[in-house]
Every structure is written in structure tokens, then in C-alpha cells.
């Protein structure tokens, strides 16, 4: 069950910091 929630963690804290690296060149743009 820990086992189960930390790769769930994991998998979110990747999915936010891919999303983050996407919005970065965004972010500059509009600046």
C-alpha cells in the first residue's frame, strides 16, 4: 500500500514537472 502511494507521488511529481518545463518556454514568450 506505501509502496502503491509513493510511485503514485512520483508519478504526479513527474507529470507537474513535465508541465512545468512545457510552460516555461510559454511564460517567456508572453514576457
Known amino acids: ?3 502503491l ?3 503514485q507521488a512520483a508519478l504526479g511529481r ?3 514537472v513535465q ?3 512545457l510552460s ?3 511564460l517567456t ?3
Open 24 to 26: 516555461l518556454p510559454v
Open 1 to 3: 500500500m506505501a509502496v
Open 5 to 7: 502511494l509513493g510511485s
Open 14 to 16: 513527474l507529470i507537474w
Open 19 to 21: 508541465q512545468t518545463l
Open 29 to 31: 514568450m508572453v514576457q
